[in-house]
Structures are given as C-alpha cells and as structure tokens.
C-alpha cells in the first residue's frame, strides 16, 4: 500500500502563500494521474487539480493563483498557493491513482486509490 505525507499547511492571512508538500513512500509509475483535493467544513471534498506526465489542469477557481509540480523521481507532489483567500480555507489532501494513463477532469475523488492524512489551510481576510 503507497502512503501519502503532506505537509506545509498553515494558517495566513489573505494574499499570502503557502507551499504544500506530499510525499509518497515509493514509485507509482511515470504515468498515473496525481493530484490535489481540498474539503471545507460542510462541503464535499472538490478537486484542486491535477498533474501526469507534467500536463497540469486545475480548477477553474484556482487557475493562476496555484501551481502543481512533482519531482523528476514522480514520489513528491507540490503545490504552490499564492495569492491565497478566505474561500481557500480548506483541508488540503493528494491523491493518486495506482495505474493508467490517463487523467480526466471529470475524475471524482473516489477515482483515486491512495490519499494522504490531509493538511489544514486558514486564510484569514
């Protein structure tokens, strides 16, 4: 079973950045579907976005405030916030898929088989 560790999560104030980090305990493969989720207190968990073979998509409410990378060795995934909100205020969780090669935007959290514990971002207005 691959593990997932985030980490980077914190509390700011509104316009401020935070850098969000997940390692993986071992290689997937070069091409699986890798990405970002986040839940808010009361809503479903939606999707950040997502990354495989260096083809990034993001949300649309997110698209140019936040960046998704991995390392070359595919086993750390990033995401870089700036420009951050009160609506950004969210457990912030990766996930991955365990083979394929594909990743649509229409993928749902429950088509991704690994996820990490999760990590809190506040941002205060």
């Known amino acids: 079973q691959v593990k997932l560790v985030e980490s980077g999560g914190g509390s700011v104030q509104a316009g401020g950045s935070l850098r969000l980090s997940c390692v993986l305990s071992?290689?997937?493969?070069?091409?699986?579907?890798m990405g970002w989720f986040r839940q808010a207190p009361g809503k479903e968990r939606e999707r950040v976005g997502t990354?495989?073979?260096?083809?990034?998509d993001s949300a649309d409410s997110v698209k140019g405030r936040f960046i998704i990378s991995q390392d070359n060795a595919k086993t750390t995934l990033y995401l870089q916030m700036d420009r951050l909100k009160p609506e950004d205020t969210a457990m912030y969780y990766c996930a991955a898929r365990r083979q394929g090669n594909y990743c649509f935007r229409q993928m749902a959290p429950a088509d991704f088989h690994y996820w990490g514990q999760g990590t809190q971002v506040t941002v205060s207005s």
């Open positions: 071992e290689f997937i493969s070069d091409t699986v579907c």
């Open positions: 990354i495989m073979q260096g083809i990034v």
